[in-house]
């Protein structure tokens, strides 16, 4: 894991926690798995920033720093990777979905398409 500055939040939550979180609102969504597999399923209102495209790096670059981010994958690997960079680069407020879709999934949750 990134070291993180002292005025960044970083947080692995549950699918129910991670439910709570996304109700409450404020939360930019980002998903960082490939377009096919978004195509598949993903979480209402996400957006793709897919984590092996080329452009990753300077589409995470040009978020705001301060906005509170949620970030998951299929399984947390990629999406690990991705929250560190965000906290290296001074974001301030992330979470990331424990599990990725597959927990999402496996604790009775739908994913959306289209």
Same mark, same amino acid.
Request: proline fraction near 4%; glycine fraction near 10%.
């Given at each position: 894991?990134?070291?993180?500055?002292?005025?960044?939040?970083?947080?692995?939550?549950?699918?129910?926690?991670?439910?709570?979180?996304?109700?409450?609102?404020?939360?930019?969504?980002?998903?960082?798995?490939?377009?096919?597999?978004?195509?598949?399923?993903?979480?209402?209102? $996400? +957006? &793709?920033?897919?984590? =092996?495209?080329?452009?990753?790096?300077?589409?995470?670059? %040009?978020?705001?720093? *301060?906005?509170?981010?949620?970030?998951?994958?299929?399984?947390?690997?990629?999406?690990?990777?991705?929250?560190?960079?965000? $906290? +290296? &680069?001074?974001?301030? =407020?992330?979470?990331?979905?424990?599990?990725?879709?597959? %927990?999402?999934?496996? *604790?009775?949750?739908?994913?959306?398409?289209?």
């Amino acid at each position: 894991m990134a070291e993180l500055t002292s005025d960044a939040f970083l947080a692995l939550v549950d699918p129910a926690g991670a439910e709570a979180i996304l109700a409450s609102g404020g939360v930019e969504i980002i998903d960082v798995r490939t377009p096919e597999e978004f195509a598949e399923g993903h979480l209402p209102g $996400a +957006d &793709l920033i897919d984590i =092996s495209a080329p452009d990753f790096v300077s589409r995470i670059e %040009a978020l705001d720093r *301060s906005a509170t981010y949620f970030v998951y994958c299929r399984s947390d690997n990629r999406s690990g990777q991705a929250t560190a960079l965000m $906290a +290296d &680069l001074g974001f301030e =407020s992330i979470y990331e979905l424990e599990g990725g879709t597959v %927990a999402w999934l496996a *604790s009775g949750r739908t994913l959306v398409t289209g």
